[in-house]
């Protein structure tokens, strides 16, 4: 199993497909975009399957989510997908996208195994989608996010982040757009992960900032703690229920405690937190011949070695020299 030192399991894998994507918003990276890996130094489609079916099947890995960048923009997406979903034990196979080209795709995803998926939406308004994103795709979203419910990725989670100023006003609309449509929003505090360095916790809309949004227009009674397990969200039921909505408080209601993530960037490294300083890298051995034991030993001996907390409110805390983008969410 991939135990670390505080007895922490991780059998959530969050794979990194690239670092490349087609929006440019403002808490991720500037409007210029960023220098991309070249492709030489990117896992190939077999490379990251490998390295999945060491996960699932030596390591105890029982959930793979498929991130970016944006990883539609991946073209071996649905053949990864479903090589994925035939490994045995099956494991959930799930996708974290912005949405641009989930229309199109979304059948094939679901053909090919897909679970469930996550689309990241800020905002009801296309100019402010324009504003944050720098580019003008708030239809394409919108298409995507229909998409996905109609194949049966039910629920479609959503996933918004708040900013000061910017969009927070949009906090209740937000909500009754999913509730009227089937989706599950959760929120997301904006976390210290822009290229440019820019994050402050005075700009922050913080979880209780939002709770205290949505109370004016709802009613927010707690779900079954007992049921979150070491799941990110805290959920609450609106309205006395069934429809939730989540509020994840990476930054004031941290969740480091339970946390069973770890991740494998688009190059080949593991990183044990989105808030890591130091990687384990994954590829170079795979590439130069090392078999499935050894590289399921380096992978052990990384998670060991995790941290008790990503330490955000340490007055020593240092924001990771990649973005969010060259992680994976």
């Known amino acids: 199993m991939l135990r670390d030192s505080f007895g922490r399991v991780a059998t ?7 670092d490349k ?5 403002t808490y991720c990276m500037p409007p210029e975009g960023l220098d991309w890996l070249p492709n030489a130094q990117l896992l190939t489609a077999d490379e990251i399957v490998r390295l999945v079916t060491i ?3 030596q390591l105890g890995v029982t959930e793979v989510r498929y991130t970016g960048g944006e990883p539609l923009l991946r073209r071996e997406l649905p053949d990864i997908v479903g090589r994925t979903a035939a490994l045995s034990p099956k494991p959930q196979v799930s996708l974290t996208t912005n949405g641009i080209g989930l229309a199109r795709l979304a059948g094939t995803l679901v053909e090919a195994g897909l679970d469930r998926v ?3 939406l800020d905002t009801l308004d296309r100019d402010t989608f324009k504003r944050l994103a720098h580019r003008d795709r708030f239809e394409d979203v ?6 996905a419910h109609d194949v049966g990725l039910r629920p ?4 918004t982040v708040l900013m000061r100023d910017v969009n927070d006003h949009e906090a209740v609309p937000l909500l009754r757009y999913c509730l009227d449509r089937g989706y599950e929003l959760r929120f ?3 976390m210290p992960l822009d290229a440019q360095h820019g994050w402050s916790r005075e700009g922050m809309v913080t979880a209780d900032e939002i709770l205290a949004l949505l109370s004016v227009s709802f009613d927010l009674t707690p779900d079954d703690l007992e049921e979150r397990g070491s799941a ?7 309205d006395g229920g069934p429809a939730r909505v989540g509020v994840i408080g990476s930054v004031t209601r941290p969740f480091c405690g339970a946390c069973d993530r770890v991740r494998l960037t688009a190059d080949g490294q593991i990183r044990n937190c989105l808030f890591a300083t130091e990687e384990s890298d994954l590829k170079t051995p795979l590439r130069d011949g090392a078999s499935d034991e050894e590289l399921a030993a380096r992978w052990v001996a990384a998670v060991s070695r995790k941290r008790a907390g990503h330490g955000i409110d340490d007055p020593s805390f240092l924001q990771p020299s990649r973005p969010m983008s060259a992680i994976g969410g």
């Open 118 to 120: 996550n689309v990241s």
């Open 21 to 25: 994507c087609n929006l440019r918003c």
């Open 232 to 238: 990110p969200a805290e959920r609450f039921l609106v």
């Open 156 to 159: 479609v989670k959503v996933n």
């Open 55 to 57: 996960g699932v099947e």
């Open 142 to 147: 919108i298409a995507g996010l229909s998409a």
């Open 188 to 190: 997301i505090e904006q």
């Open 12 to 18: 959530d894998l969050r794979v990194s497909l690239t």
